[in-house]
């Protein structure tokens, strides 16, 4: 049994300039790029006036990051593990620049918030490890995420000060993101990995590998109501493929499956097709000094991509065709 702790500090600071939203202010570009004095003066000053001021603003947190793994083994080959630990997804960098986007028609501005927190994610795994001899390895395994410090837009309308004080932007809506939310996953996954020593010399450098992943999610994950569905992460995955060595070839068939995943919502809720992709990978080691391979990706031309509505309606779809990649190395 291992244990450790982390401290991590971070105060992150952004600056950005706020543009003047007055009708007066004659920001209007003026064509060409001349020297000329009066035109660089002219040009100097629109820009000026077209700046209210320049907006800066700062965050800060402290995090504590313990981690805890345990490993047992009641007999030879065979291992149970266990383990906690806490991780750390950070905004990203362009999130927490302070800019304000403006929309005049709406009476509407977007800022950024340097004061975001970073997701923080409390881990924990229980597994179970089979070796089989003379090669091979078996597990299964449970886990659990929960992810808190989630975020979400809050709305709210400015007040008669402004957002500066002097009254820029008063009676607008401002949107801007917020820390404000959790979320838990939870998940089975399991692996296979065998050898056929067994079989005759031409053949036992033959192998298989498969891996499973099911999940589950649920919470308001930044929004305001309790849902089951997770952006971009597909409740079923896995792979299986054969591998075979035998002199100088190191051949591999992998096939990767995708459930149905839930992207996003735009009026209706959004998801991108299950799929199932074939690669294979065809290294040839001629001698000590030189090396060949071909790689053949998504051999079934299976679109990488094709997003659908609840109901089953395809709207779009990507399609990359099949990858060929061949070359050799020497070693001189």
Not at 209 to 224: D, K, M, R, S
Request: net charge positive.
């Amino acid at each position: 049994m291992l244990g450790g702790v982390r401290l991590e500090e971070t105060s992150p600071e952004g600056t950005a300039w706020v543009r003047n939203p007055t009708a007066s202010w004659s920001g209007k570009s003026v064509g060409g790029a001349s020297f000329d004095p009066a035109v660089v003066a002219t040009n100097t000053a629109r820009a000026q006036r077209s700046v209210a001021r320049r907006n800066t603003a700062t965050g800060n947190y402290r995090n504590v990051f313990p981690g805890r793994p345990f490993v047992y083994e009641p007999m030879a080959a065979l291992l149970f593990r266990a383990s906690y630990n806490r991780a750390i997804s950070r905004p990203a960098i362009a999130s927490l620049i302070p800019t304000v986007t403006e929309n005049s028609e709406n009476k509407t501005i977007t800022a950024g918030n340097p004061d975001r927190k970073p997701y923080l994610t409390d881990n924990f795994e229980v597994s179970a490890e089979k070796y089989c001899e003379p090669v091979g390895l078996f597990s299964v395994g449970v886990f659990l995420r929960e992810i808190s410090n989630y975020t979400r837009t809050f709305t709210s309308t400015v007040g008669a000060a402004g957002i500066d004080g002097s009254g820029t932007y008063a009676g607008y809506l401002l949107s801007t993101k917020r820390n404000g939310g959790r979320a838990r996953v939870r998940g089975i996954e399991a692996s296979y990995q065998p050898q056929f020593n067994s079989l005759p010399p031409a053949f036992k450098g033959l192998g298989a590998l498969a891996h499973f992943t099911y999940l589950e999610t649920v919470g308001p994950f930044g929004g305001l109501a309790t849902t089951r569905n997770l952006a971009n992460l597909a409740p079923r995955s896995g792979n299986a493929g054969i591998t075979y060595r035998y002199r100088g070839v190191d051949a591999r068939v992998l096939a990767t499956g995708t459930a149905q995943k839930y992207t996003g919502t735009n009026v209706v809720d959004i998801s991108f097709e299950e799929r199932l992709m074939i690669a294979v990978q065809l290294p040839y080691s001629i001698n000590r000094r030189y090396d060949g391979f071909l790689d053949i990706n998504n051999r079934r031309d299976e679109p990488p991509r094709t997003n659908v509505t609840m109901n089953g309606l395809k709207f779009f779809t990507t399609n990359q065709g099949v990858g060929f990649t061949a070359g050799g190395r020497g070693r001189f």
